[in-house]
C-alpha cells in the first residue's frame, strides 16, 4: 500500500460557482409552429452520468395529429444548451376516409326499378243467392181516382 502525501488546501481552491438550468422541453406544434391544444410537454431527460446533458426524449403520441417526420416513440435530440425547448412538427390527421387503393372511381350499380303489379280482380263469386219470398208491392191509391180494370167487373153495391 502506498501512501499519497496530503496537498496544502486553500480557501481560493474550493470554491466553485455552480448554476443549474432546467432542461428543455419536447414541444408538438402544428403547421404554423404554434404549441398543440392539450398536447404534453415532457421534459428531457438528465443524463444518469453526466448531471450536466440531457439525452435524447421520444416522439408523443397526440390524437388527431401524425409526426411529419418519424413516428410516435422515436428519439428526440436535445438542442446544444440543454435547458432550451424542442419543437417537433406535426400535421393535423384529416378526417376523411383514406383514398382507395384503385384511383379510378367504381359506378355504384343502380337497382332496375320494379314494374308495379297490375291488382288481381277479384274472383266471382258463384255461390246462388237464396231466394226470396215473392212480396206484393203495395199500390198507391189517389185521392180521387178510381182503380178500373178492365178484366174485373166493378162490384156496385
Known amino acids: 500500500m502506498k501512501n499519497i502525501p496530503a496537498t496544502k488546501v486553500t480557501e481560493e481552491d474550493i470554491t466553485k460557482t455552480v448554476t443549474y438550468a432546467s432542461n428543455g422541453h419536447i414541444i408538438p406544434v402544428d403547421s404554423n409552429d404554434q404549441p398543440i391544444p392539450g398536447a404534453e410537454h415532457p421534459i428531457f431527460p438528465t443524463d444518469p452520468d453526466d448531471p450536466t446533458k440531457v439525452i435524447d426524449g421520444r416522439i408523443l403520441v397526440v ?13 428526440v435530440a436535445p438542442a446544444k444548451n440543454p435547458s432550451q425547448n424542442v419543437n417537433v412538427p406535426y400535421i393535423k ?19 332496375e326499378p320494379k314494374k ?14 237464396p231466394d226470396e219470398p215473392d212480396v206484393p208491392t203495395p199500390r198507391r191509391h189517389h185521392k180521387n181516382k178510381k182503380h178500373t180494370s178492365a178484366s174485373k167487373p166493378m162490384n156496385n153495391w
Open 63 to 75: 390524437p388527431g395529429y401524425k409526426p411529419e417526420q418519424g413516428k410516435p416513440n422515436d428519439p
Open 116 to 129: 308495379p303489379e297490375t291488382p288481381k280482380t277479384p274472383e266471382k263469386d258463384n255461390t246462388p243467392e
Open 93 to 111: 390527421e384529416s378526417t376523411q376516409p383514406p383514398a382507395p387503393d384503385n384511383p379510378t372511381p367504381q359506378p355504384t350499380p343502380t337497382p
